[in-house]
């Protein structure tokens, strides 16, 4: 199986360990150090780059996405210093909530439950 791990398989992996070496070392904003990389997504053409985070603080959001969007530039800049691609794709960061959606719904479950438990 030579093609197992493709090639835009690797360069997601590296792309998202270059932003997340660089999100604790190299940025000097601390609302951004709360942030962790958790996917990074490529299109076939390998254009753009979504790359999917997360952070400790859910309330702000929006701001995040607009400090990221802002760096892009420089995490544009750090991905060209370590990979030799010909060209760096265009970088999209969207704040993933999948964990606070998936403990309303364990939450409205156990609810739901716990409400048909005392009916009986």
């Known amino acids: 199986m ?5 090639f835009s398989n690797r360069l997601e992996k590296k792309i998202q360990r270059i932003i997340s070496y660089n999100l604790i ?8 150090k709360t942030i962790s990389i958790d996917e990074v997504k490529l299109t076939k053409d ?4 979504k790359i999917y985070c997360s952070s400790a603080i859910k309330e702000e959001t929006k701001k995040l996405e607009i400090l990221l969007s802002k760096a892009t530039g420089f995490f544009k800049k750090e991905i060209a210093n370590s990979l030799s691609i010909k060209r760096i794709p ?3 960061f969207v704040i993933d909530n999948h964990e606070v ?3 309303k ?3 409205l479950i156990e609810e739901a439950v716990n ?5 009986k």
């Open 101 to 103: 959606y998936a403990n």
């Open 90 to 92: 265009e970088l999209q």
């Open 2 to 6: 030579a093609n197992e791990y493709s």
């Open 115 to 119: 409400n048909d438990k005392k009916e």
């Open 105 to 107: 719904i364990n939450n």
């Open 46 to 49: 390998l254009s753009i780059a």
């Open 25 to 32: 070392h190299s940025i000097k904003d601390n609302r951004l």
